[in-house]
């Protein structure tokens, strides 16, 4: 029942840019800001990415944000071999009056 | 350093209410300039957002789930709660807390460790 939808695996050899994308609507994606969280296998989520494109401290620059529309994206360049997990995207959604996840993407590091 | 502990019995019967709560330590559950959600996730899915509250006592839930969920926060304990009621094998989940941040245009920032529920007989 995910409102947003995420492609369900991507992958890239290390060193390799690899790109995620989220689609939505106008009420969440097209008038709200986009999140995004990293999963590791085992773990809790964590934020990657605020407000479309922003990092939080610690976060590297390998990872970006963009958000066009009623779509975003998350680019990780420089492909590690601990960028292995599985990336959420999120936003508000003005029409349900809460938040909205993507249906996830499993990153593979070939 | 924020830290959110979940807890609650990892095995609940069908039709009960499921009660969790989480242990906020290293900041405020009244801080103005936060809020706090539960979210869950069956195995092998996505994330499904359950609901928040903030400012006190403010709440937003799930619109799937609304009719089953309350969400509340025991201040002078720093603790967040959440109840399910009339569960099935469906909510069968880790649930995990989290907070909201101001500074971080609201993106969920910390995050418990994540408690497995299991709905069965």
């Known amino acids: 029942q995910s409102v947003l939808t995420q492609p369900p695996s991507a992958s890239g050899t290390p060193g390799q840019r690899v790109t995620i994308s989220c689609s939505g609507s106008s009420s969440n994606i097209g008038s709200n800001y986009v999140y995004w969280y990293q999963q590791l296998p085992g773990t809790a989520p964590r934020l990657l990415i605020y407000k479309n494109n922003q990092r939080p401290s610690g976060v590297p620059d390998r990872f970006s944000g963009s958000k066009s529309g009623t779509s975003a994206s998350l680019a990780i360049s420089g492909l590690r071999s601990e960028d292995e997990a599985d990336y959420h995207c999120?936003?508000?959604?003005?029409?349900?009056?809460?938040?909205?996840f993507g249906t996830g993407t499993k990153v593979t590091v070939l | 350093q924020v830290q959110l502990q979940e807890s609650g019995p990892g095995l609940v019967k069908p039709s009960q209410t499921l009660s969790l709560t989480c242990t906020v330590s290293?900041?405020?559950?009244?801080?103005?300039?936060?809020?706090w959600s539960w979210i869950r996730q069956p195995a092998g899915k996505g994330l499904e957002w359950i609901g928040r509250?903030?400012?006190?006592?403010?709440?937003n839930y799930n619109p799937s789930l609304k009719s089953r969920v309350t969400i509340s926060v025991d201040t002078s304990k720093n603790q967040l709660s959440l109840k399910l009621s009339s569960v099935t094998a469906a909510d069968t989940a880790v649930y995990y807390c989290?907070?909201?941040?101001?500074?971080?245009?609201?993106?969920?920032?910390?995050w418990g460790q994540g408690t497995l529920v299991t709905v069965s007989s």
């Open positions: 509250i903030y400012n006190g006592g403010s709440t």
């Open positions: 290293g900041g405020s559950i009244s801080s103005g300039s936060s809020f």
């Open positions: 999120a936003a508000w959604d003005d029409s349900l009056r809460g938040n909205v």
């Open positions: 989290a907070r909201g941040a101001e500074y971080s245009a609201w993106g969920l920032d910390y």
